[in-house]
C-alpha cells in the first residue's frame, strides 16, 4: 500500500520517476482510446493519464480504466505512476500515467457550482472551501497570524488566553450572548478586554492574545459575524494612545511584508490584488476632522451617529488613498459620548477620548485606546455612563491593587482579510462562518 506521497507542487523535482500523488478528482475525460484526470490537491493540479488497453483491435481487461470510468469529481484518490514531462500538457507541462489508482472516498456529485449563492456555497462550505482561492486565502491567514505572533514574541509580548466564559459582560449589555452555567449564567465573552487588562495588574507588561469573541448581534451586514477571530494586545506604561498606534502599525507593516513576501504573486494571480507593505507611521486624523473632510466632499455623517458611518468610513479611506497614498488610517480622538467608560479621557477636554478606530481600505477592522487605570476617575466615568458600580464589581476588584497606565487594541481578523483580498464579506473569509440563522456546519 502507499504510505507516502509527493504534492503536485513537488512533482517537477520528480520527473521520469515514480511518484506517488494523492487528491481529489477535478475532471474525467473518459475517452475512447485515452483517459484524462485532473487530479488536486492542496498545493495544485497535475494531469494524470491512462490509455486503454480495453479497446482498439486486440481488447484486454483493464482494471484502472474501469475503475477511471467510474470516477465522480470529488473523488478522493491515490496514484502511484510515472511522471514526464510533456509540453503539449497545459498543466504544467506535467502527466502522470497511471500504474495504480485506488478509491479512497468516492463523492456525490458537488451541490454547488461555481455561480452558487454564498448562503448555498456556506451549507457546502467544504467543497467551497476546496476552491484554489479559498485554500490561499487560509495560507495567507496562517502567515498573517504567524508573522504577528512572531512581531510580538521577537518584542517580549506574552501570550495569554483569556476565558470565554464570564461572570459579568465584557464590552456592553446588548450584544450578550446567556449560557445556562450550573446553577447560574454565564456571558460569552465579547472581546478579552478585562483579563488581558488584568495582565497589566498582573505585571505583565506587554500581553496578546488572538481567540474567539462572541457577539449575539442580529444584523446581517457584510462585516458582522456572531463569533469571529479577535486578535487583542495590551501594553503597560504607555502615555496616550499614540503609543499604542505605534505598536499597532508596526505590527500590520511586518505582517503585510510577511504576506506579500511568502505569497503577493499568487494573491495577484488568484485575486488580482497587490499587497501593499503600508509605509510608517500610518496617517492619523482626528474623528472630528475627519467627518468635516467627507463633508466637504459633498457626504454628511448623520447627525444621531456620532461615530463615523460606513459610507463615512468609504470616503475618508478614499480621501486619504487619493491624498496620502495610504490604505490605512487612524481616526483618533472619539467623543467620549460613544466610548466605554474604559477609554481614557482627555486631561483637558473631557469630552474626547484617548482612542481611535484604525479604518482599512474602506472599513474599520479595529478598535484602541489607552484605558482609565485611576479607579477614581473609573467608577466616575462607569457612573457617568450610567453604570452602577456593582455591576462592574468584578472588573473594578483588580485596579484597587494597583494598575499601570497601559492600553491596547482589539482587531477582527476576518475583517483584515476581507478588506486585504477585496471580498465582499467576511463570510467569505471566515473558515466556518457563524450568524443570526447560520449555527451549521
Ligand atoms: P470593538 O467592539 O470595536 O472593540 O471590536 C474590535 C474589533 O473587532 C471586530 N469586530 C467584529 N468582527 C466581526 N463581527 C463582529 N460582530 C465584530 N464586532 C467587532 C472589528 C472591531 O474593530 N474591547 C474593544 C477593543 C479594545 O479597545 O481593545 C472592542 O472589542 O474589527
Do not use: C
Amino acid at each position: 500500500p502507499v504510505t507516502s506521497r509527493t504534492l503536485v507542487a513537488d512533482l517537477a523535482a520528480a520527473i521520469d520517476g515514480p511518484v506517488s500523488v494523492a487528491g481529489w478528482v477535478d475532471t474525467v475525460r473518459d475517452q475512447k482510446k485515452v483517459q484524462f484526470v485532473v487530479l488536486r490537491d492542496e498545493s495544485g493540479a497535475v494531469q494524470l493519464v491512462h490509455p486503454r488497453t480495453d479497446a482498439g483491435e486486440d481488447p484486454q481487461p483493464d482494471p484502472i480504466a474501469d475503475a477511471i470510468s467510474a470516477l465522480t469529481a470529488g473523488t478522493f484518490i491515490r496514484v502511484e505512476g510515472d511522471l514526464k514531462h510533456d509540453e503539449r500538457v497545459k498543466l504544467g507541462g506535467l502527466e502522470v500515467k497511471v500504474g495504480r489508482l485506488d478509491v479512497a472516498a468516492a463523492a456525490l456529485d458537488s451541490p454547488i457550482a461555481e455561480d452558487s449563492s454564498i448562503d448555498k456555497r456556506l451549507d457546502y462550505r467544504w467543497l467551497d472551501l476546496r476552491r484554489p482561492e479559498m485554500n490561499l486565502l487560509f495560507r495567507v491567514q496562517t502567515t498573517l497570524l504567524h508573522a504577528m505572533r512572531t512581531w510580538w514574541v521577537d518584542n517580549g509580548y506574552i501570550e495569554i488566553h483569556t476565558p470565554k466564559l464570564m461572570a459579568s459582560p465584557s464590552e456592553s449589555r446588548a450584544e450578550l450572548f446567556q449560557v445556562p452555567y450550573f446553577e447560574t449564567t454565564a456571558y460569552l465573552a465579547q472581546s478579552p478586554q478585562h483579563f488581558k487588562q488584568m495582565g497589566q495588574a498582573a505585571g505583565f507588561g506587554k500581553v496578546f492574545e488572538i481567540g474567539p469573541a462572541f457577539r449575539a448581534d442580529p444584523s446581517f451586514t457584510s462585516r458582522h459575524a456572531t463569533e469571529f477571530v479577535s486578535v487583542d494586545a495590551e501594553i503597560s506604561w504607555v502615555d496616550s494612545h499614540e503609543d499604542v498606534m505605534a505598536m499597532h502599525e508596526q505590527l500590520l507593516a511586518a505582517a503585510f511584508a510577511a504576506v506579500k513576501e511568502k505569497h503577493g504573486a499568487e494573491i495577484e494571480a488568484l485575486f488580482g490584488v497587490e499587497v501593499t507593505v503600508p509605509s510608517l507611521p500610518f496617517p492619523r486624523i482626528p474623528l472630528a476632522e475627519a467627518k468635516e473632510i467627507v463633508a466637504a466632499r459633498g457626504y454628511t455623517v448623520p447627525r444621531h451617529d456620532a461615530d463615523m458611518d460606513p459610507e463615512g468610513e468609504r470616503r475618508i479611506s478614499e480621501y486619504v488613498k487619493e491624498q496620502l497614498g495610504h490604505e490605512f488610517v487612524f481616526l483618533t480622538d472619539y467623543a467620549s459620548s460613544i466610548r466605554p467608560y474604559y477609554h481614557r479621557r482627555h486631561d483637558d477636554d473631557a469630552g474626547l477620548t484617548n482612542s481611535y478606530d484604525l479604518i482599512f481600505n474602506g472599513a474599520e477592522i479595529s478598535t484602541g485606546a489607552q484605558r482609565e487605570h485611576r479607579i477614581d476617575v473609573l467608577v466616575a466615568q462607569a457612573q457617568d455612563k450610567g453604570l452602577n458600580p456593582d455591576e462592574i464589581g468584578e472588573y473594578l476588584e483588580f485596579f484597587k491593587y494597583g494598575v499601570p497606565p497601559h492600553g491596547g487594541f482589539g482587531m477582527g481578523l476576518a475583517r483584515v482579510l476581507m478588506l486585504l483580498l477585496h471580498l465582499p464579506s467576511i463570510r467569505e473569509v471566515i473558515y466556518l462562518f457563524r450568524g443570526p440563522n447560520r449555527l451549521e456546519p
